[in-house]
């Protein structure tokens, strides 16, 4: 879908995107493991680690489309980072190239998907970019007073952010979201870190 939008309306390959929340965050970290050659960063709020909801092997087709993981979802499902890590490069298998940059935000208080989930999720992709699990860099209060924002990597590869004392129902902050992925640069010297920019070396798993 995304090549074929590609074609048709002549966009830039390299500045592919995805975002969404809570169910649209599984969706996004399912592309970015999935697809890696495809997407340029992806943002997800108030969502899982990729294939922290995946049904059994043993489900049957229909069961394993319409599916709920109450384990998951009440974070009964946890794994080291090189567990987590491996079902990534499982999901596209032998790909040893550029990863995307990622975003995610979590409620302390959610009452859907656990908080626990967030530290699942950085344990996951930092040891698939192999940053430290520590960030290199916080900062308080943003992008909201309570906030706690961390970042991982060169150039904040990986972004995560804490909502302290709120629910799933997470005030997404569009223009964040938009800033962090260049997109609000107007400038000629805008998305220097993308495919074939600064950091690209760095990045891949």
């Avoid at 495809?38 to 709020?45: H, I, L, T």
């Avoid at 890590?85 to 979590?106: E, L, S, T």
């Avoid at 656990?114 to 950085?122: K, P, Q, S």
Wanted: contains cysteine; hydrophobic residues 45%; proline residues 6%.
């Amino acid at each position: 879908m995304v090549r074929w939008a590609l074609q048709r309306y002549n966009a830039d390959a390299g500045r592919v995107f995805v975002a969404g929340v809570s169910s649209g965050a599984m969706m996004t970290s399912t592309l970015l493991a999935a697809y890696p050659d495809v997407f340029a960063a992806g943002s997800a709020w108030s969502g899982v680690p990729f294939s922290c909801f995946a049904a059994p092997a043993s489900a049957a087709p229909g069961g394993a489309i319409a599916r709920w993981s109450d384990e998951c979802a009440t974070a009964k499902v946890a794994r080291t980072g090189a567990e987590w890590a491996g079902r990534v490069r499982a999901a596209y298998p032998g790909y040893q190239g550029w990863r995307p940059k990622v975003q995610i935000f979590h409620g302390t208080k959610d009452e859907v998907l656990d908080y626990r989930l967030f530290g699942e999720e950085v344990k996951l992709w930092t040891s698939l970019f192999g940053f430290p699990a520590e960030p290199s860099r916080t900062v308080r209060d943003s992008p909201l007073p309570g906030w706690l924002r961390g970042q991982y990597g060169p150039d904040g590869w990986l972004e995560a952010t804490s909502a302290v004392n709120v629910t799933h129902n997470i005030p997404v902050q569009d223009a964040v979201i938009m800033e962090w992925l260049d997109l609000a640069c107007t400038g000629a010297d805008c998305f220097r870190w993308g495919k074939g920019g600064a950091g690209n070396s760095s990045v891949s798993a």
